[in-house]
């Protein structure tokens, strides 16, 4: 999107930090929830699924042309 300011250009970086923040606290909440229905702590931790995600964001962030760095340590 072409932008006509800066003021525009800092608006929507504003909307969309606030989407992010918000798409956070929302995953936040489900990873809690999926802690419900393990059995136990190691199943908590899932390590495998972990390497999986972390794997597959940092292969996103290529395709987007973010930092996979950044993106890894926002998701864990």
């Given at each position: 999107m072409k932008c006509n300011s800066?003021?525009?250009v800092r608006e929507n970086i504003?909307?969309?930090d606030d989407k992010i923040i918000?798409?956070?606290a929302e995953r936040s909440d489900y990873?809690?929830?999926a802690a419900y229905f393990k059995?136990?702590?190691?199943?908590?931790?899932?390590?495998d699924r972990v390497e999986k995600i972390?794997?597959?964001v940092r292969e996103k962030a290529k395709i987007y042309?973010?930092?996979p760095d950044v993106v890894e340590l926002i998701m864990k």
């Open positions: 800066l003021e525009e504003d909307s969309i918000k798409l956070i990873v809690r929830q059995k136990s702590k190691t199943d908590v931790k899932a390590a972390i794997k597959k042309g973010c930092s």
